[in-house]
């Protein structure tokens, strides 16, 4: 084992108390990715399969060993599996995406944030 | 729009986008919203899930399994032969729990669980996996040097005890079950559940502590 190894492991003990989700959207990822394999729209075996892959292109990209980039990962599994499956397009995502950015800049802070306020800006 | 004259462009900007969810949160969002539109998804079960999986199962469900195993030799050889049968005879667990395979162990045995492939883990006995358990740092080192990551984790493992490490897959998942400590004896189930810690179900502790249930 290098002095390295080392250095990059040894905190991971340290994260042991750590909360299990830092933000709640990647409680919401998780929650996602299972609803759908119970549903069926993929199965337990093709998830793993795919968020292994995501993983380990972002780590190869050189993506830090970290929870982020792990729920980075979860994300994309997602969106590739809902790709490929066929019931979300890359287009239809990104348009979504797009909207609801537009919605939280034109809601004020501390109103609940509704997708239809993605429009206000378009109607100006 | 006065008092953002006197300041500068970046300042308006990052105020603007101060409640601006991270990126991964739009896209979540985004696909969450589609997906119920669609009908294929009912926000009512994302939300179950995290209730149930983040909030209320942790690793409690696992401790009463072990603790039962403990005191009920019976549900015990039943648990190792037929881990999946045996729990979901003792609890409703979901779909999370697939195959279960319990593994045991003794003076002479130590079982260590990892996922090599994502961060498959038996999520409806033991809550969502801690971190690092889904950090590559652990998922390759627990194959390559798995007594240095025992050492990591403050586990000393004497030479002469054997140690097995088991890949988890999404059709099948481990369960450690501890050996019960000495000075236990006479404790019904629920103190000695209150003793089993979630590391010691994967495998990163072995000694289990009394203090937990001495209360």
């Known amino acids: 084992m290098t002095s390295r190894d080392t250095e990059q492991f040894a905190p991971l003990a340290r994260r042991d108390d750590e909360p299990v989700f830092d933000e709640p959207w990647q409680a919401e990822a998780l929650g996602l990715a299972f609803s759908l394999a119970e549903r ?7 998830w793993s399969q795919t968020l292994g892959s995501e993983h380990r292109g972002l780590l190869g990209g050189g993506a830090a060993d970290t929870p982020e980039t792990y729920y980075e990962a979860v994300v994309k599994a997602l969106e590739r ?26 809601t004020p ?9 993605a429009q206000h800006d378009a109607e100006k | 729009m006065s008092e953002h004259e006197n300041k500068s462009a970046g300042e308006v900007h990052h105020e603007l986008h101060s409640h601006l969810p991270p990126e991964p949160a739009l896209r ?44 009920d030799p019976a549900f015990r050889e039943q648990l190792l032969e037929n881990g999946t049968q045996a729990v979901k005879e003792l609890d409703d667990a979901g779909w999370a729990v697939a195959h279960l395979k319990v593994i045991e162990n003794t003076p002479h045995l130590h079982n260590l669980v990892v996922c090599t492939l994502c961060s498959c883990y038996p999520h409806a006995i033991l809550g969502p996996p801690p971190n690092w358990y889904k950090m590559a740092a652990y998922r390759s080192r627990a194959v390559r040097d ?41 404790w019904d189930e629920e103190k000695l559940a209150s003793i089993v810690t979630r590391n010691s179900m994967i495998g990163t502790q072995r000694d289990l502590s009394l203090d937990e249930g001495a209360s």
Do not use: C
Not at chain 1, 109 to 117: E, M, S, T, W
Not at chain 2, 156 to 169: G, H, N, Q, Y
């Open chain 1, 40 to 46: 069926g729209v993929y199965s337990p075996a093709e």
């Open chain 2, 28 to 71: 979540v969002k985004a696909m969450e919203s589609l997906l119920v539109e669609k009908g294929m998804l009912d926000t009512d079960t994302v939300d179950a899930w995290i209730e149930v999986y983040a909030e209320k199962v942790g690793p409690k469900s696992g401790a009463r399994i072990v603790a039962k195993a403990w005191v």
């Open chain 1, 109 to 117: 802070h501390g109103q609940p944030v509704r997708l239809d306020a």
């Open chain 2, 146 to 186: 798995p007594r240095g990551v025992l050492d990591e984790f403050g586990v000393r493992l004497a030479d002469d005890i054997e140690l097995l490490v088991w890949d988890s897959t999404s059709e099948l998942r481990y369960l450690v079950l501890p050996e019960r400590p000495g000075g236990t004896e006479g």
């Open chain 1, 81 to 106: 599996l809902l790709w490929e499956k066929g019931p979300i397009s890359a287009e239809v995502l990104e348009d979504r995406v797009s909207n609801w950015r537009q919605a939280y800049l034109n």
